[in-house]
């Protein structure tokens, strides 16, 4: 069935992005003639370009690299901001800030979005001073059509691994990351801390602001980016269980990198585990004191959604939204 829904969904999306592109040029004229574009009118959306890296570096080392494009809202200023994402109040009232929102993420593009990693950059305001106090990661794991939010420190933070985002890596472990604040430069970094394989896996986001001057429409800067990212996945990260990578899975399975399956089908309770665990990090006396007593369960019962509060640590899964491809 899953395989099923996938196929609809890359056919859907190549009809409906091949339209799309083909009426974009119309659109830009139009748009142009209409309303001059002028600098003011971009002031909310500062644009970034730069690169993934991903390496693994046990049991064998496997690496590649990619450029990327994101854009950076102004998520309290911006008129137009991507669908299915947090507003400024939102995100403000999960963090328990009062200053700014700023929203990282990949734009849609011709009517289809992929962001493995989108980020909510959460700031207090403390006089004349803007300091960025707590950030919340979206993760989606293409192609299993799961996305978790949980909110991290951004100058340095331990939690418990969430989600399946690889067959070629297990639940177990704990993602250490890190997130400076925007602003020329942009730097995010993950690393997968394992109980046997140590450090063993490395994922950063290096990018540079670009002058909006350069860029003379939104949607042709970004036209085909999630496209790219979605193929990148499928090319190195992704298994031959949905779709079509059997190349780069029998390259790693050359390695003697074990295959493994979606927890969902191994061990339904994950989501659970991972919270266990990474209670046990929150609660441990270096990091901090006393926080299993603190643990609330709210949210929504649906299979679909699952929300969760200890300590300072929020986390929902749901479903991403369609097609995630």
């Known amino acids: 069935m899953e395989v099923f829904y996938l196929l609809c969904s890359i056919l859907s999306t190549f009809f409906t992005s091949l339209t799309l592109s083909l009426l974009l040029p119309f659109g830009f004229l139009l748009t142009r003639h209409r309303f001059p574009l002028s600098t003011s009118q971009f002031e909310p959306v ?102 978790v939010s949980f909110v991290f420190d951004p100058n340095s933070d331990l939690v418990a691994k969430p989600l399946h985002v690889s067959p070629f890596m297990d639940m177990l472990g704990n993602w250490s990351l890190r997130a400076n604040a925007p602003g020329q430069n942009l730097l995010v970094t993950i690393s997968v801390q394992h109980p046997e394989l140590g450090d063993y896996f490395l994922a950063t986001l290096k990018a540079k602001r670009v002058s909006l001057e350069s860029v003379h429409d939104h949607a042709l800067y970004f036209w085909l980016m999630p496209h790219k990212v979605a193929l990148w996945i499928y090319w190195h990260v992704s298994g031959t269980q949905q779709c079509s990578t059997l190349v780069q899975a029998l390259k790693l399975w050359w390695k003697n990198v074990s295959f493994i399956q979606h927890p969902r089908y191994t061990n339904p309770s994950y989501r659970e585990e991972a919270l266990n665990r990474d209670r046990k990090l929150q609660c441990c006396p270096v990091l901090r004191q006393n926080k299993d007593e603190h643990m609330q369960v709210g949210g929504s019962d649906s299979a679909t959604e699952a929300e969760r509060y200890h300590g300072e640590r929020f986390f929902v899964w749901k479903d991403a939204k369609w097609p995630w491809c």
């Not at 989108?118 to 990661?137: F, H, R």
């Open 46 to 147: 500062s644009l970034y370009e730069g690169t993934v890296w991903h390496e693994r570096r046990r049991p064998v080392r496997h690496s590649f690299r990619h450029s990327v494009r994101y854009a950076l809202f102004d998520l309290d200023h911006a008129p137009n901001t991507p669908p299915d994402h947090l507003s400024a109040d939102e995100a403000r009232r999960i963090t328990k800030t009062d200053g700014p929102v700023f929203l990282l993420t990949i734009p849609p593009s011709v009517g289809y979005e992929q962001n493995p990693l989108s980020l909510y950059y959460c700031y207090d305001s403390e006089g004349t001073d803007k300091l960025l106090k707590k950030c919340i990661a979206e993760v989606t794991n293409t192609p299993w059509g799961e996305r």
